[in-house]
């Protein structure tokens, strides 16, 4: 158990809707990250916060946002679904000190687009 | 821009044989190095890093991997598998300093069998 909780685990709707992914850090963490990874294009960055701050922008289309709340829970929005869009997204969290550089990943969302 | 390129797509080996799985890198400035797996339905585990320092690094579950600056490698070793060790395992990198995304290889299937 990396100590990365995601919700929902599973997450099936239709093209054209918009769906919320949660994503709560380890305790303390502050930076948290959204991967997409779909059999097509892999493992990919999508988005980094740093303390409710946006940090980096990887291949996030214009349809997706995220944003991280005070507590530092984090929630990736994707809107108008496509069917290319079912994959499977991951957060992960990252601390300070020794292990600043090591991302600890949560057990993902699998999205289903019909 | 970097990018992480992993040869073998599925590597089958008997159980207690020795296994290596291949990982080259390219980035035009210092990075550190990752190897993760993935098992069925679930998230990514770390199972080593390379930060600085020596060149061999020693993981989780026996497996090794060493960096080679000059080839630009950084290939995952086990001197004898288990069936348990059937997953997918995927090579990133990331820049040095502060914590920053990673980028991921598309990963080699490890499969194990008796």
């Known amino acids: 158990d990396s100590g990365v909780t995601q919700t929902p685990k599973h997450l099936i709707t239709a093209t054209g809707q918009r769906v919320t992914l949660r994503c709560s850090p380890r305790?303390?963490?502050?930076?948290v990250y959204w991967y997409q990874q779909s059999l097509d294009q892999g493992l990919q960055f999508l988005i980094q916060?740093?303390?409710?701050?946006?940090?980096a922008k990887g291949n996030i289309l214009e349809r997706f946002s995220a944003q991280q709340f005070p507590d530092l829970h984090s929630e990736l929005n994707l809107s108008s679904l496509e069917l290319g869009d079912s994959a499977l997204y991951f957060c992960?969290?990252?601390?300070?000190?020794?292990?600043?550089?090591?991302?600890?990943f949560g057990p993902g969302t699998r999205l289903t687009v019909l | 821009a970097q990018s992480v390129t992993q040869l073998d797509s599925q590597v089958p080996v008997f159980e207690e044989a020795p296994v290596e799985l291949r990982c080259n890198y390219s980035?035009?400035?210092?990075?550190?190095l990752f190897w993760y797996v993935q098992y069925p339905n679930q998230g990514l585990q770390l199972l080593l890093k390379?930060?600085?320092?020596?060149?061999l690094v020693k993981g989780i579950n026996g497996f090794e991997a060493e960096f080679n600056k000059s080839q630009t490698s950084f290939h995952l070793r086990k001197p004898s598998v288990h069936i348990s060790d059937t997953a997918e395992y995927f090579c990133?990198?990331?820049?040095?300093?502060?914590?920053?995304?990673?980028?991921f290889g598309t990963g080699t299937r490890l499969q194990v069998t008796l």
């Open positions: 992960a969290s990252s601390g300070t000190g020794d292990t600043y550089n090591e991302q600890f």
């Open positions: 305790s303390g963490d502050l930076s």
């Open positions: 916060y740093y303390n409710g701050e946006e940090r």
């Open positions: 980035s035009s400035v210092s990075v550190y």
């Open positions: 390379y930060l600085s320092g020596s060149t």
């Open positions: 990133a990198v990331s820049n040095t300093g502060t914590a920053s995304k990673l980028t």
